[in-house]
């Protein structure tokens, strides 16, 4: 009997030595999955701040987005005021220019009667320094010298002088 009790006694004692050792692996087991859950909580606060740089760095872009955009319009509404200053002033030297002509140096400001290029091509026909006019003079003393001609023939053939008698007899 004794040595069934002492038998039962080592096998109780391993028994315990087995349980003891399961509870410590129990507990390593807790204190890995605690670290873990550390682990897992210091990751999802990071990955939160991400998200907030994230959002930050979208607002970011959308501010300048807007501002570009803005830029753009801005820029756009430039030039349509720069055109029409350039057509203004197109329009204000178009309406104060004061025609000139090159020969004579005639002027005719603006508010002249006849304003526009049309003034010039008159003045061409009485300008005393235009090339065109001195051509009109020429052609117009050629007829004449030509009417003259004519005049005499015709005066010397009614006179019978002019004329050789072989002429005045056709
Ligand atoms: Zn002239």
Redo the contacts with the bound molecule.
Sequence with gaps: MTELLALLELQVAAKDAHISTLQDRLEEARAVHEADDRTITALALELAALQVLLQERDATIASRDDAIHLANNQTQEAWIERDAARAWVRRMHAEHQTLT??????AYPPGTPASGSAVLTA??A?????PL?AMTVRMEQAQQQLEALRTALRDGVADGIAAPASQVNE
Excluded: A, D, L, T
């Design positions: 002509c090159v020969y004579c140096g005639q003045h061409i009485v300008c005393e320094k235009h006019r």
